[in-house]
């Protein structure tokens, strides 16, 4: 193998993407290349918080595939899989659930925030699995020998956790497991329309696939500078949402982009057009490949990945029983 090593990623099924998900996917791509690839939907991480409301998980997971194709992700180059059909991952969740001490899971950052976050939606999350996310996560890492793991920063203590629970199996049994490293790259950002975080249940997010006319409209309805009533007020471009978005979308212009605000010699609507014209050019490739991506590509796609998947993690319960020695 001349790729320089392994990397495995994956995203919880949650529903359609988001521009905000283009730039770690553009990340994924650029490693396509360079690396031998493993590329997995979360399914079962996506039941820990919908175990109530399943229904949708499995539409889910197969229009995030759908959207991973339409970015450019080559199901000849990497391996693209649903992790439920790789029921290793939930065995070897079993296995390092076994000698993880509870301490370990309760710090990690995420989760006192997370189940106070849901329990204010009126939702308790304090089950055994949601608890257990990030070992679960470190079960899918593991499973692969990852060298690297393409995240955004809000999961390096998950990739934290994983390094540990490597660490804790390497030295109780046999050294099976390297201690893959985070490979972080510049990711947007960006906020929703409204200034809040960005959600497809906000409705303040722009779809991958959205239109011409929904980037439009998304985009008028960004937050800008209240005090600018009339095109010559001289405008604060740090309070402004399109200016967030500028500031990542138009980087080469950006100083022009503030002077003009500042000085008041650009309004608001011009500004926002052009904003909404250069995102429209970045999403008309993606909208257009995602047109011609049938149900029955996807499933072909994950049949295939399901299978190279299964040849890896097949090898490495091997070395987990006998290490076992069951
Ligand atoms: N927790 C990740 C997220 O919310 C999804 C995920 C599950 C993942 N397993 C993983 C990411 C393994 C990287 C590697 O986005
Ligand atoms: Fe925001 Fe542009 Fe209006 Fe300035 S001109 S406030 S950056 S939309």
Same mark, same amino acid.
């Given at each position: ?40 939907v %979360?399914d ?17 997971t ?19 899989f649903v992790q439920s059909d ?189 904003? %909404? ?25 994950i ?24």
């Open positions: 193998m001349s790729k320089k090593g392994r990397i495995l990623s994956g995203m919880r099924a949650s529903g359609r993407l988001h521009i905000g998900h283009l730039s770690v996917l553009e990340n994924w791509l650029r490693l396509q290349d360079e690396y031998e690839c493993f590329y997995f %979360a079962l991480h996506a039941l820990t918080t919908a175990f109530d409301d399943p229904g949708a998980i499995k539409e889910n197969l229009a995030m595939v759908a959207d991973w194709l339409a970015v450019g992700l080559d199901p000849q180059k990497s391996v693209i790789i029921p290793e991952h939930a065995e070897l969740h079993l296995i390092f659930s076994m000698f993880t001490p509870l301490s370990w899971l309760e710090r990690v950052p995420t989760y006192k925030d997370q189940v106070q976050q849901f329990k204010e939606q009126g939702k308790d999350i304090m089950t055994y699995g949601f608890l257990g996310y990030p070992l679960l996560q470190a079960a899918d890492i593991l499973m692969y020998r990852a060298d690297a793991v393409p995240v955004g920063e809000d999961q390096l203590p998950h990739l934290e956790l994983c390094r540990e629970v490597a660490r804790r199996f390497n030295h109780l049994y046999t050294r099976i497991f390297p201690e893959p490293r985070a490979e972080l790259a510049r990711v947007a950002m960006l906020p929703g329309v409204d200034g809040r975080k960005m959600s497809k249940s906000y409705a303040n997010d722009i779809s991958l696939t959205a239109s011409f006319e929904e980037i439009k409209e998304r985009v008028n309805a960004m937050i800008t500078d209240p005090a600018r009533i009339r095109k010559s007020d001289p405008g604060h471009p740090e309070v402004c949402v399109v200016h967030k978005y500028h500031d990542y979308y138009s980087a080469d212009r950006i100083a022009a982009i503030e002077e003009d605000c500042r000085a008041g010699r650009v309004g608001c609507v011009a500004c926002k057009r052009a904003l %909404a014209e250069k995102i429209d050019a970045l999403l008309a490739p993606v909208r257009e490949r995602r047109e011609k991506i049938t149900e029955r590509y996807v499933a072909e796609v049949a295939e990945g399901a299978r190279k998947a299964r040849v890896e993690a097949a090898a490495t319960m091997a070395l987990v029983r006998a290490a076992l020695k069951m």
